[in-house]
DNA sequence: CCTTGACCTTCCTGTGACAGGAACCTCCAT
DNA sequence: ATGGAGGTTCCTGTCACAGGAAGGTCAAGG
């Protein structure tokens, strides 16, 4: 199978089928015109790799998760170790982003929107401290 | 001023605010020695970059918002525009992450975290359809 | 006067996970 | 033979800096 329907296949770009091929995360045979040659077990490592990717893993991650996966004799407590620390990650990701979200929501709804130039969001980032909790 | 003392004033390390000059954000004099010399209107702007910054504005945003507070006939539905889109942005990406955070959250409560290999984790990464609602 | 150490300068490289594109090769159908 | 759709490698760009090398500058202490 050609990197195209294995792109079609798995839904991942062929730009990145070959960027996990250069970083070392497959390793697709060679037929003799030099194209990639995938077989089903690069076909399953590839749909593995995009659903741990869409988790959010990081690539270095998901090199670990491949490993313990094709390990025997893991323990599944390294992969949920792993993947709580990767939850912890996000929920601060989260947290940093609502915190966001909520400062800029209420500039936003203090903000006329018109056509004059006072504007509550621009004095706010330019320091004016609005003493309102 | 010298860039340490903006540093330390602003918040922001002495790198950013080097970057913040070579990308044009700012534009300190120089003394006879070669070094940086700030004066009130930097630490301003600087002050300003890093607000703009911590509610998550791109670069290219806060250039926009600078140029939009020193434009003093500007609209204020400009600057409400540019902050509903931003806001827009981090709604989808709270979303994103959300997504992941429940659907992370539903495989680790499932893994037994113990010293055997059996994880639904990994389980589901491989593509298990677990079946489960 | 000399040195030490803190501070400053520029310049180059690395980050993460690819995307875009150039230049070129290969295969199949017509 | 040719055209077009695939494939290949290699280089650059993204975003917002961080890290570090090599070297210049300044104030204080011996």
């Known amino acids: 199978m050609n990197i195209g329907d294995v792109s079609a296949r798995s839904g991942l770009p062929a730009k990145t ?3 996990y091929e250069d970083i070392g995360l497959i390793k697709p ?6 194209y990639r040659s995938f077989v089903a077990a690069d076909l399953h490592k590839l749909a593995f ?12 991650d998901c090199r670990t998760l491949m490993a313990l996966y094709h390990d025997e004799s893991r323990a599944s407590a390294d992969v949920k170790h792993l993947a709580q620390e990767h ?11 609502q915190m966001m979200h909520n ?4 500039l936003v709804e203090c903000c006329a929107g ?3 130039p006072d504007c509550p969001i621009l004095s706010d ?7 309102m909790t």
Not at 29 to 34: D, E, I, Y
Not at 87 to 96: F, Q, T
């Open 29 to 34: 045979l060679r037929s003799a015109n030099g």
């Open 17 to 19: 089928i070959r960027y």
């Open 114 to 116: 018109d056509d004059r």
């Open 103 to 106: 400062a800029l929501t209420e």
């Open 125 to 131: 980032l330019s320091g004016i401290s609005s003493g």
């Open 87 to 97: 939850l912890a990650k996000i929920e601060a990701k989260i947290s940093d982003l």
């Open 49 to 60: 790799l995009g659903r741990a990717r869409a988790l959010g893993f990081t690539i270095e």
